[in-house]
């Protein structure tokens, strides 16, 4: 028989069980609360890494945000001014006709230099050999008016068509497709 005042098995296991869950609750709380404290100390003894503005956090923002580099679309820095500057105009005094290679090295350097964007690089036969097995007039076509990555006039509209076929035959002449080239 059981006695009144004498809790039974479930109510002690019921006890039990809200003491635990209590307990471990109270460990919890305890516990965020330490690592929040932890945090503000480290965070006042470290200024400017957890600065929620400022100078030093502006700076840190600049930082991230700078471009890391600079586009160049014409080859290098010195041939790159000739390349912006408007074309002149056919006929006038200070045209100076451009050769195959002062062309490519302006223009098609950017991409055939380095196989950007799948280009084939001047001078590796094995790339150029399955263009080279288009034709002359597929790969004139290609040149300028683009071809897959490829824009018309290699990126560079002040280009005549002539002044593109020229660049074309000096990548063809370095590249195993000299007898391609008009004579």
Not at 15 to 21: I, K, M
Not at 32 to 38: D, E, K, M, S, T
Not at 68 to 77: K, P, R, Y
Not at 109 to 129: D, V
Request: a negative charge.
């Amino acid at each position: 028989m059981e006695h009144p005042d004498h809790p039974t098995h479930a109510q002690r296991h019921d006890q039990h069980f809200f003491d635990s869950f209590l307990l471990v609750f109270g460990v919890l709380v305890a516990f965020a609360i330490g690592a929040y404290w932890l945090a503000i100390y480290i965070a006042g003894n470290e200024p400017g890494s957890y600065d929620r503005g400022g100078p030093t956090q502006e700076k840190l923002i600049d930082q991230r945000l700078a471009p890391i580099g600079d586009v160049q679309v014409a080859g290098n820095s010195g041939t790159q001014a000739a390349s912006s500057a408007p074309a002149p105009v056919s006929g006038s005094a200070s045209a100076v006709a451009q050769t195959g290679k002062q062309i490519w090295e302006g223009t098609c350097s950017a991409c055939h230099q380095t196989g950007a964007l799948g280009a084939p690089r001047i001078s590796n036969k094995a790339e150029w050999a399955p263009h080279l097995a288009k034709g002359l007039a597929v790969l004139e076509d290609h040149a300028l008016h683009g071809f897959k990555s490829m824009p018309a006039h290699g990126g560079n509209p002040a280009l005549t068509d002539a002044e593109v076929i020229q660049a074309l035959e000096y990548m063809l002449s370095q590249s195993g497709g000299a007898s391609l080239v008009h004579k």
